[in-house]
């Protein structure tokens, strides 16, 4: 339901048989189209000193991008921050207004490091320049005290502060206006989770409440997740917020434990599972009530590298430069300590829970070190805050991107026990630090999030020791697939993507619990084992993956990020397979689309007449230009055109077509031509054929593919009507209303014109359901309800802009006069909205040029008549009567035209 802000910087070739100076090509997300212009260009551009620069000299610089890649609130950005990575230096902007920073909202330029070119940009702004900023405000809330205390009494909190609270002021879209709110986070031991809410300054009013921690499971904690949260219940034991900050104080306090005694790193060893029991013994009977010593062959004795030895106490600890384990959240577990550098503690035990999350997470960060993710380009390449007891014995582990720490619960088996468990939270640090815009609440950003973790669990335990062959496909073989946990699986190869449709975290999809994480991790991991089985290693897929998530900013979606993965496949290693198998996988789910071919409007070159259009009678030269989807580069591009009609005769059929990048379009270097018969209705519908035969990067079969396009004879006008009524949307009723806009003086089918423009604003458009329906009776659903689209607004045409839910088509053959009616519901509380316009085009009836007449024979026999007349015979009656016959069936021949 949105626009692609995910845009590659193309190299686009000369094309001398084009008569103009640019380019058409069109990048496509969840088969919404977006046409824009390329222009040719060799730019080069120096952002390493961006933190340096003014505001005016910033702007100087983004005016130099291309034009397709040039943010148009341009005003607003001020330089954030740079990220580099294997490929390209990112510079990540903010938006802001008046200095404060717009909520959701960003712009990410991709440079490459070795060319110094743009590669991409990644933009999620908001069209502040459109908004209103209300000055006149009443400021209810008037301070960071007051916010927090409107976030504390939303929840209802009968726990402890597990942290500092954070606040900060924000600019939030709601409709059409800014508002200025206070962010705040916090975290919590219950409710548990990590929250934040976007609280109005004006009244007070929480506008959004979120759980931005990622738990691994949508279970446990009796909380919610995803979707529109709403306020918590009046809670009896609701502790006061002064009582809980003063408590806090009081526990950071007992935690400082820096001094002046002298300490050193140094190497110790550990007990650990290996990824698990199961995969180590190969055995799926053993259980939590096996025997303990069932599971002594399944320990591991391994290095704990780095830890800290205190010279003063004699005692080593688990903190590294990389990993520190501390207690921060329920239950009260101290870390241990030993006086040898040996942890020989056993499961159930502190001591092993401590050497699992130790020696796993320290391992995983040298193991992104070694794929060349350090200095510069590190990741997470600090020492993370790590609590093996935590989630006050929830069967439930999260990452905190607020606080940027992990926890791991003890309910069921203990998740500690598990390597699966600890890498998956480990993939949730790995995206907030790439991209700390990712939030679990927005866009896709919930199933990928879960999905990505998965993967990387999945990757590492193929790599052990029977991890190929004990149930590959499996993830939390230990912890999951048992009475506590069903677990997940990496193989649902069944799900399919929907485009219409955002994807949280935990969600059920087609039956299946937890498929949406799973409609993400099966295409991922499908392609990991299809890559090592061709004798691909394991580094290069993890690399290409966890590279692909850089460059990116707020909002995601699936199709967004597969792009992402398989174009920087092509970066990454050309010529190899990795691209072509990920295009594969995720053509095999729906998230990218499966026909890479698509025609583009008809390029006329010449042969028409003043209205620019194919007309009647005329012998026209065009260009069929053909965009790809696809993110490799298509190669050998021949077509073959032909119709059915009979009102036209093809005189140049066949052409051949420059090589085809990835999301770019090009054009028949040879023109097609075609005569129109003069008999012809104006505005006739021309459908026309091209078969194509080409070879895709990757795929040594060739691919033949007949793609199907119309034009239309005549001038088309198109007709615009709207309605402009300001009407508010009822909350929470599905009666909902409806109201009319009638068309006239239009054609008599739906064609490429058609479209329905929404200006809408609403402050959560997941609760609208829309429908359209024609003079004639038929229906269609342009916008289903969907609590997980947590954006606002609708500002924008479909199908151009948005994608409806049920396609126009079924408006085909129908008369397009008279009134239509646009029906729009709110289907859920709290959020509120209203109707502002809304308008239908079309084409209205088509106008030719008259058919010029062709004097040619006419002439001959003028001439013919004036030699007879004047030179042969000028009383010949016989030869004046047919000579007259002749011109009159002319002038009639011409006035038929």
């Not at 009609?645 to 085809?660: F, G, P, Q």
């Amino acid at each position: 339901m949105k626009l692609k802000k995910l845009q590659t910087a193309l190299s686009v070739a000369t094309l001398s048989a084009l008569s103009i100076g640019t380019v058409q090509a069109k990048l496509v997300e969840n088969n919404a189209k977006l046409n824009f212009e390329i222009e040719q260009f060799e730019y080069r551009i120096d952002l390493s000193k961006s933190a340096e620069y003014t505001a005016e000299q910033l702007k100087k610089v983004l005016t130099k991008l291309p034009k397709e890649q040039r943010p148009e609130e341009l005003a607003s950005l001020t330089f954030r921050k740079k990220k580099s990575s294997l490929l390209a230096d990112h510079y990540h902007f903010h938006q802001t207004v008046e200095g404060i920073p717009v909520w959701g909202s960003g712009f990410v330029i991709s440079v490459d490091r070795t060319t110094g070119k743009i590669k991409r940009t990644y933009d999620s702004l908001v069209p502040v320049s459109k908004l209103t900023i209300n000055k006149n405000l009443t400021n209810r809330i008037n301070n960071k005290d007051s916010a927090l205390n409107v976030a504390w009494d939303f929840l209802q909190p009968s726990g402890d502060l597990l942290a500092k609270p954070k606040i900060n002021l924000v600019y939030v879209p709601r409709g059409k206006e800014l508002v200025l709110a206070y962010k705040t986070e916090l975290s919590l031991s219950e409710p548990r989770g990590s929250w934040r809410h976007l609280i109005s300054v004006e009244t007070g009013e929480v506008l959004k409440a979120s759980r931005v921690d990622s738990p691994r499971k949508s279970s446990n904690d009796d909380v919610q997740v995803t979707g529109k949260i709403k306020a918590f219940k009046q809670n009896p034991n609701k502790v006061a917020l002064t009582t809980a900050l003063e408590l806090l104080a009081q526990k950071e306090q007992q935690r400082v434990q820096l001094n002046d005694r002298s300490t050193s790193m140094i190497d110790a060893t550990g007990f650990v599972f290996d990824p698990d029991p199961k995969t180590t013994l190969n055995d799926d009977t053993i259980d939590d009530r096996s025997l303990p010593e069932v599971f002594d062959p399944a320990y591991f004795t391994e290095t704990l590298r780095d830890v800290t030895f205190d010279d003063a106490t004699g005692l080593y600890s688990l903190v590294g430069p990389y990993v520190q384990v501390v207690d921060f959240d329920l239950p009260s577990t101290r870390p241990t300590t030993t006086n040898d550098g040996v942890w020989t503690g056993k499961r159930g035990e502190p001591q092993f829970y401590d050497s699992m999350v130790y020696f796993h997470l320290d391992s995983y960060q040298r193991y992104l070190q070694s794929l060349g993710f350090t200095g510069e380009t590190g990741i997470f390449e600090e020492s993370i805050v790590v609590d093996s007891d935590a989630s006050n014995d929830a069967d439930n582990s999260y990452f905190d991107p607020i606080n940027r720490r992990l926890g791991f619960g003890h309910g069921g088996i203990p998740d500690p026990e598990d390597a699966d468990v600890i890498i998956h939270e480990y993939g949730h640090a790995i995206h907030s630090d790439i991209n700390d815009q990712w939030t679990a609440d927005a866009a896709d950003n919930g199933a990928m999030g879960e999905g990505f973790g998965d993967y990387l669990a999945g990757s590492y335990s193929y790599s052990t020791a029977n991890g190929q062959t004990f149930f590959p496909n499996r993830v939390f073989q230990w912890d999951g697939h048992n009475e506590f946990y069903p677990g997940r699986t990496l193989d649902q190869v069944q799900l399919r993507y929907d485009s219409a449709q955002f994807y949280g975290d935990h969600e059920i999809v087609d039956g299946v619990i937890d498929g949406s994480d799973m409609l993400w991790s099966t295409p991922l991991f499908q392609s990991f084992i299809e890559l090592t089985d061709a004798g691909y290693s394991r580094e290069s897929v993890d690399q290409l993956v966890i590279e692909s998530q850089f460059g990116l900013d707020y909002g995601l979606t699936m199709p967004e990020m597969a792009t992402s993965i398989v174009s920087t496949a092509v970066d990454l290693f050309p010529g190899d397979d990795h691209a072509a198998v990920f295009f594969k996988w995720f053509k095999e789910v729906n998230i990218l689309d499966d026909q890479p071919l698509k025609t583009m409007p008809v390029v006329v070159e010449g042969g028409v007449g003043s209205n620019g259009a194919p007309d009647p009678g005329e012998l026209v030269t065009f260009k069929v230009p053909l965009s790809s989807d696809n993110p490799v580069t298509i190669t050998g591009l021949n077509a073959d055109l032909s119709s059915t009609s009979t009102d036209i005769t093809i005189t140049a059929n066949s052409s051949e077509y420059a090589e085809v990048p990835a999301y770019s379009t090009r054009s028949n270097t040879v023109d097609f031509e075609m005569r129109l018969s003069d008999e012809m209705a104006c505005g006739n519908r021309v459908s026309m054929s091209l078969d194509t035969a080409y070879t895709v990067q990757g795929n040594d079969t060739p691919t033949e593919q007949t793609l199907l396009f119309n034009f239309y004879t005549g001038a088309r006008e198109v007709i615009t009507q709207s309605n402009q009524l300001e009407a508010v949307i009822p909350d929470n009723d599905p009666e909902g209303f409806s109201s009319t806009v009638t068309m006239e003086n239009l054609g008599l089918q739906v064609d490429d014109n058609f479209s329905l423009y929404l200006d809408l604003a609403h402050t959560f458009r997941g609760d609208l359901l829309i429908t359209l329906t024609s003079p004639t009776g038929t229906r269609i659903t342009v916008k289903s309800p969907d609590e997980n689209e947590g954006e606002n607004n609708i500002t924008g045409r479909f199908p151009q802009d948005f994608i409806p839910q049920e396609s126009f088509d079924a408006f085909n053959g129908e008369n397009l006069n008279g009134d239509w009616t646009l029906f729009i519901s709110d289907n859920a509380g709290e959020d509120i909205g209203q109707l502002i316009s809304w308008s239908l085009s079309a084409s209205g009836v088509p106008n030719c040029d008259e058919i010029p007449a062709d004097d040619t024979a006419q002439n001959i026999i003028f001439g013919l008549a004036a030699v007879v007349i004047i030179g042969v015979n000028a009383g010949s009656v016989n030869w004046m009567f047919c000579l007259l016959v002749c011109m009159a069936w002319l002038r009639r021949r011409n006035y038929r035209r």
